[in-house]
């Protein structure tokens, strides 16, 4: 009888291996005991796997994008070195990003959008040091995003549904379809500082 090798598998089945070795839960997922390891020493085996295997770990991963520099330095999770190759970073097609609506961002509209536009999936993370004490200005930074397959707001943002709302529908636009101004009246928005008493703290 013949040996197999790995490379004789089907790509399905080699597909399955790759995405149990290589792949970690989306960070909005709670993990009780933490990350799974990866395995990416597959990608040593030989030419063929680490291309196959690359595109697996690069593009269904979900990365973090750097504070400042966005999706010019993510990385996989903050205990991993960030990644620095262009080529490698070409291939990320999921990003999560954790902003704070109470301090200066460190990036502007414009690199938000060359970083973002056109990826399988945003994800913003969104924290303020006292629940409901800032308002969506800095979210604004998003609002040229275009493209994204899959978008997602979640976090300290129970003041402006409507906001949110809109926004994940405008960076799900495709490119080049114009996007209505949002309007917080016209569309009910009320945004307005948290109440402490009404809510609780939190």
Request: proline share 6%; charged share 20%; with cysteine.
């Amino acid at each position: 009888m013949a040996l197999i090798s790995f490379t004789d598998l089907p790509g399905e089945i080699r597909n399955q291996i790759y995405n149990h070795l290589l792949i970690l839960p989306a960070l909005s997922t709670p993990r009780l005991l933490g990350d799974p390891p990866l395995y990416p020493e597959i990608l040593s085996v030989c030419r063929r796997v680490h291309g196959e295997a690359k595109q697996i770990l690069y593009g269904c991963n979900t990365f973090l994008a750097h504070p400042g520099l966005l999706g010019e330095m993510p990385r996989l999770r903050l205990y991993y070195d960030t990644i620095h190759a262009p080529n490698l970073i070409s291939l990320i097609q999921r990003f999560h990003i954790r902003v704070r609506l109470d301090c200066d961002p460190n990036f502007s509209a414009e690199k938000a959008a060359r970083s973002f536009t056109g990826v399988e999936e945003l994800s913003i993370e969104v924290f303020q040091a006292q629940f409901g004490s800032s308002d969506y200005e800095v979210l604004k930074l998003f609002e040229g995003i275009r493209g994204v397959k899959r978008a997602r707001i979640y976090g300290s943002v129970i003041a402006f549904p409507e906001y949110v709302e809109w926004l994940q529908d405008s960076m799900m636009t495709p490119q080049g379809m114009d996007v209505e101004v949002f309007d917080k009246e016209r569309m009910g928005a009320q945004v307005r500082p948290y109440d402490i008493w009404l809510h609780g703290g939190r």
